[in-house]
T-cell receptor
Framework: AQTVTQSQPEMSVQEAETVTLSCTYD???????LFWYKQPPSRQMILVIR??????QNATENRFSVNFQKAAKSFSLKISDSQLGDAAMYFC???????????FGKGTKLSVKP | EPEVTQTPSHQVTQMGQEVILRCVPI?????FYWYRQILGQKVEFLVS????????KSEIFDDQFSVERPDGSNFTLKIRSTKLEDSAMYFC?????????????FGEGSWLTVV
């Protein structure tokens, strides 16, 4: 069965600094997709970034980028120039193969210090 | 930008009562989901729905739960005889097509409190 692991329950970063959130996953599928979702205190689930496993190039969205290491089954999220509004819970998620639903990690709570 | 909308945003119900959570998926999406997040825990898949029938369901989605698309726009989750442990945030989501490769868009959630 596919699993997603986020080993950092909490992280903290100074405003304007860079932080990296870790995620590893386990799958036997060759075709899959990975996502990072942000959940602010309002509890809405907001898509931050997505990565297709068949693409070698790491996805980027403005200040957000990923380091996708397919062989290591690692999918970390880098947030550059951190802002106070980045403070939230971040969930790594996987979807792949014949499976139609997302599998989430337990999340990392990110705090941003002014 | 199109979005998934959910009602109610918060509902308090007595144990044993029936609850219906409503969702309006993004209009051109074909695949619909319900997920659940108990406070402080990870988001868990409940059920997916495609072509007017359940496509997949998790072990959480037992006979207490049912889903329906009563018209062309709404997608509902019914919880019969609610239990205290049903207290959670329930997220509706939709995607353009089924299975992997398509981004799943979430609503803002319906927070259910069972007392």
């Amino acid at each position: 069965a596919q699993t997603v692991t986020q080993s950092q329950p909490e992280m903290s970063v100074q405003e304007a600094e860079t932080v990296t959130l870790s995620c590893t996953y386990d799958t036997s599928e060759s075709d899959y997709y990975l996502f990072w979702y942000k959940q602010p205190p309002s509890r809405q689930m907001i898509l931050v970034i997505r990565q297709e496993a068949y693409k070698q190039q790491n996805a980027t969205e403005n200040r957000f980028s990923v380091n996708f290491q397919k062989a290591a089954k690692s999918f970390s999220l880098k947030i550059s120039d951190s802002q106070l509004g980045d403070a939230a819970m971040y969930f790594c998620a996987y979807i792949g193969g014949s499976q139609g639903n997302l599998i989430f990690g337990k999340g990392t709570k990110l705090s941003v210090k002014p | 930008e199109p979005e998934v909308t959910q009602t109610p945003s918060h509902q308090v119900t007595q144990m044993g009562q029936e609850v219906i959570l409503r969702c309006v998926p993004i209009s051109n999406h074909l695949y619909f989901y319900w997920y659940r997040q108990i406070l402080g825990q990870k988001v868990e898949f409940l059920v997916s729905f495609y072509n007017n029938e359940i496509s997949e369901k998790s072990e959480i989605f037992d006979d207490q739960f049912s889903v329906e698309r009563p018209d062309g726009s709404n997608f509902t989750l019914k919880i019969r005889s609610t239990k205290l442990e049903d207290s959670a945030m329930y997220f509706c989501a939709s995607s353009p097509r089924p299975f992997s490769g398509n981004t799943i868009y979430f609503g803002e959630g319906s927070w259910l409190t069972v007392v």
